[in-house]
């Protein structure tokens, strides 16, 4: 690929990007939906559960115009919730377990504290929000960790929601309002199941 069209790839991307977000408030699927600014645009934000009638679906996030599909795999092999059952309705329970963490890690997050919230499950890593109070803000990034998902169950994670000791971010922060993203968590189990 030659420069010119790289940055006319890049210019696309970027229209792209930017006519996505002026469709925000317009979103109806059935997700968490976070009214976020980063530099002065508001951004979408949303974890949400796709029935593709595969057996298990996907987990797909949206964060900052860009979207990320990951294998709901480990949702079904969850022996924490409905054990021994293979189904979407498995992975909506397992994704409402996971949302329930996520409430309490953020709920209970002192000013200044972090919590690791995981969305990816796959063999070799793990993907993770990691999201810092700051007053009535949380500042939230996309990352990945070494932490095989095979290693701990959606539905239980324990005290990695506090700790990820080689979280290794990979997206700008975006600056969220504490309620905004705490009624987005409670949207989202309510949808979940």
């Known amino acids: 690929m030659n420069k010119s069209s790289e940055a006319s790839g890049q210019f696309l991307a970027l229209s792209v990007i930017s006519g996505m977000l002026s469709k925000i408030r317009m979103s109806s699927y059935n997700s968490i939906g ?6 002065g645009h508001v951004v979408d934000f949303s ?9 298990h679906g996907d987990i797909e996030l949206r964060f900052a115009g860009q979207t990320w599909t990951c294998d709901s795999y480990y949702f079904v092999l969850d022996s924490g919730v409905m054990r021994d059952v293979e189904s979407a309705g498995k992975v909506r329970a397992v994704l409402d377990k996971l949302l329930e963490q996520w409430l309490a890690s953020v709920e209970s997050m002192p000013d200044r504290g972090m ?43 324990g005290e990695l929601l506090r700790r990820l ?24 189990r309510a949808a979940a199941v």
């Open 165 to 188: 000791p080689d979280f290794q971010p990979d997206s700008p922060k975006i600056r969220v309002e504490l309620t905004d993203f705490l009624e987005a968590i409670r949207t989202a």
């Open 115 to 157: 919590a690791f919230l995981p969305y990816d499950f796959s063999d070799q890593y793990t993907a993770w929000l990691r999201c810092q109070r700051l007053g009535r803000d949380v500042w939230v990034e996309r990352g990945w960790s070494h932490v095989e998902g095979w290693s701990f169950f959606p539905s239980a994670v």
């Open 47 to 55: 974890l949400r559960f796709t029935d593709n009638k595969s057996g």
């Open 34 to 39: 976070v009214r976020a600014t980063f530099r």
